[in-house]
């Protein structure tokens, strides 16, 4: 990673990244922060990761990010499927097979 020195190469930095990302590959941003993480975020990422490598997905067609406290605490653990912006709200380990099924590969956001 480069040494950033001022605001202008920060903002060059950031649109560098955003530059190479596909915009339409989903990616699945879960928080945890301390709250979430309390409420067993770290079950849910690792549930989540697994069923990405069951269902035959990897890093080419989804990518997952570990996020910082969007403030919903007492909703959390807080699961956020972009593009679309799909919400979920206190999600468990064993909501992960149909987040990946329904939202990743059968892009149905219901
Ligand atoms: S810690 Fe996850 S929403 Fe605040």
Known sequence: MPRINSPAELEEFR??????????????????G?????????????????EIKKQGLDARVVDMRETGCPGFCEQGPIV?????????L???PEDAREIISRTIVEKKGD
């Open 80 to 88: 956020v499927i972009n593009p679309e912006e799909i919400c979920y």
């Open 34 to 50: 301390t709250g979430c993480l309390a409420l067993g975020a770290g079950r849910v990422v690792a549930a989540l990761k697994e």
């Open 90 to 92: 206190r999600v468990q």
């Open 15 to 32: 649109k560098d990244i955003i530059s190479k990302r596909d915009p339409g590959k989903p990616c699945i941003a879960v928080c945890t």
